[in-house]
């Protein structure tokens, strides 16, 4: 089976420009998290997918982020127009969505390393 | 709200060491406890979970750690360390009463180096 991936894995691009992340959660999982790490700082939560709707999008930086999930599959995370301060990994993760209490493992991709110079 | 600390953001310790890394945790409800490893080149992966019942976790690669929840600690331990532990480790907690399942809070992560 085969895990969460994410492209592209590295992204080098100047202030101002654009970038789109994209994230392939395993199939079947309807949960879908994105976070993110700034160099040297913990690893902070952005948002939750629950298939196409966003749950919890609390973590968000500004408006300059968009985070997609049409369909309920893959994820986009776009950023637009990009600052210094964005540099960092972002990850993905998923997991099954159960009823209620504690969701299953949560399945964490490589990670897509964002240079903003 | 929640936080973690981990105490450390680099530890060696020699091949057959004790492995002891540091996770303190702030929560206002029960806490559901993990701790990630994160390789050279991959995703973050499960060591292990603290959830509810036995306070002593056993997780993969033979580390373990104990929920002790009037030190609010959630130390990793591994007996004797092997050069393929080296990696970076994170403590996290999530929120149990509100579902929120898997939104985690992590701690800044401690890089561990092993030594011949």
């Known amino acids: 089976e085969a895990g969460v991936t994410q492209f592209p894995s590295h992204s080098v691009i100047e202030k101002g420009q654009t970038v789109t992340l994209r994230c392939d959660p395993i199939?079947?999982?309807?949960?879908l998290y994105w976070y993110r790490r700034v160099m040297g700082k913990e690893i902070k939560f952005l948002l939750h997918f629950v298939k196409e709707s966003k749950q919890d999008e609390s973590g968000m930086p500004n408006n300059r982020f968009l985070a997609e999930r049409t369909g309920g599959t893959y994820s986009t995370l776009k950023v637009q127009p990009a600052e210094l301060e964005d540099s960092g990994v972002y990850f993905c993760?998923?997991?099954?969505?159960?009823?209620?209490?504690?969701?299953?493992?949560?399945?964490f991709g490589q990670g897509t390393r964002l240079t903003v110079v | 709200a929640q936080s973690v600390t981990q105490l450390g953001s680099h530890v060696s310790v020699s091949e057959g060491a004790l492995v002891l890394l540091r996770c303190n945790y702030s929560?206002?409800?029960?806490?559901?406890l993990f701790w990630y490893v994160q390789y050279p080149n991959q995703g973050l992966q499960l060591l292990l979970k603290?959830?509810?019942?036995?306070?002593l976790v056993k997780g993969i690669n033979g580390f373990e750690a104990e929920f002790k929840k009037s030190e609010t600690s959630f130390h990793l331990t591994k007996p004797s360390a092997h050069m393929s532990d080296a990696a970076e480790y994170f403590c996290?907690?999530?929120?149990?009463?509100?579902?929120?399942?898997?939104?985690?809070?992590f701690g800044t992560g401690t890089q561990l180096k092993v030594e011949l």
């Open positions: 199939s079947g999982h309807d949960n």
């Open positions: 993760a998923s997991s099954h969505l159960v009823g209620t209490g504690l969701n299953t493992e949560a399945f």
């Open positions: 603290y959830t509810t019942g036995a306070t």
């Open positions: 929560s206002s409800v029960p806490p559901y």
């Open positions: 996290a907690v999530s929120d149990r009463v509100t579902g929120g399942g898997n939104k985690l809070t």
